[in-house]
């Protein structure tokens, strides 16, 4: 099977200091990897690299298109890529507000990423937006008010939401229940779970929270100071983690 996303000597330096170094790896159609760290070991900046959102020093971004093959997507034009960005590739932030237009009603925020590819009849637009609404959990006559009116969890639900209208193939996800209630991530994180599995969604999630990889990743990478330091199936290296890091990771989990 070819790989959906594969992952070249990605290197980012700022500096003398290095955000990542030398990370490869392949990810292949409907699997979820998740990368975890603490703070400052690189696993934001490898996820924007791979997003086109930074460019890294060295390294290949293969991306098996629909059309034209394996690209590597560094070497892409700008507006190349956010076309990839707006139809295969959707990426879910941390804070939702980065992923909202928060002066537009809920619909017209899904409504958006259908029109930047080329959906133009209003009854369809809305008729697609109040259905994705209803596959996040947001009630449809909540579709003309604004995210601003929205609590933390359901913004991020609207994110997704106006992401996946398109039919990605493939999702990155910056900490997506970071600064939720513990009742609230629960929920996001049921809802991921079920939207990844039914869609047949690729997807690359960075956390700090075990947890999160343990529900959704089938794999797991552990990053530190900008390096990864172990790799495997999720369940094999949290329940077995063999680097002194990792182990200490786990434990402060159990400690808790």
């Known amino acids: 099977m070819t790989p959906l996303l594969s992952v070249r000597d990605i290197t980012k330096r700022y500096g003398t200091f290095v955000g990542c170094a030398d990370v490869s790896f392949d990810l292949f159609p ?3 990897m998740g990368i975890v760290g603490e703070s400052g070991s690189g696993k934001s900046t490898l996820l924007n690299c791979m997003a086109g959102h930074l460019t890294p020093d060295t390294g290949e971004v293969l991306y098996d298109t629909r059309v034209d093959g ?3 997507t560094v070497q892409m034009s700008e507006p190349e890529r956010r076309m990839l960005g707006r139809t295969d590739w959707a990426f879910v932030h941390q804070n939702p507000r980065d992923g909202l237009r928060m002066g537009v009603s809920a619909g017209g925020n899904v409504g958006e990423r259908l029109m930047a590819v080329g959906a133009r009849n209003y009854g369809d637009i809305r008729t697609k937006a109040t259905d994705w609404l209803g596959r996040v959990e947001i009630a449809p006559e909540r579709i003309d008010d ?20 398109t039919g990605p193939r493939l999702v990155f996800m ?6 939720l209630d513990v009742s609230v991530q629960a929920r996001l994180l049921d809802l991921l779970r079920g939207l990844v599995r039914d869609l047949g ?9 075990l947890a999160v990889v343990r529900l959704l990743a089938d794999r797991l990478m552990v990053m530190k100071s900008g390096h990864v330091i172990e790799a495997g199936l999720t369940d094999q290296v949290l329940d077995d983690p063999q680097h002194a890091y990792t182990q200490l990771l786990v434990s402060s989990v159990l400690q808790v």
């Open 30 to 32: 409907g699997e979820v």
């Open 70 to 72: 394996q690209r590597d």
């Open 146 to 165: 604004r995210p601003s009116t929205f609590s933390g969890g359901m913004q991020q639900r609207l994110q997704i939401a106006r992401n996946l209208v």
């Open 174 to 179: 910056d900490e997506p229940t970071g600064g």
């Open 201 to 209: 969604l690729s997807a690359i999630i960075v956390t700090h929270d």
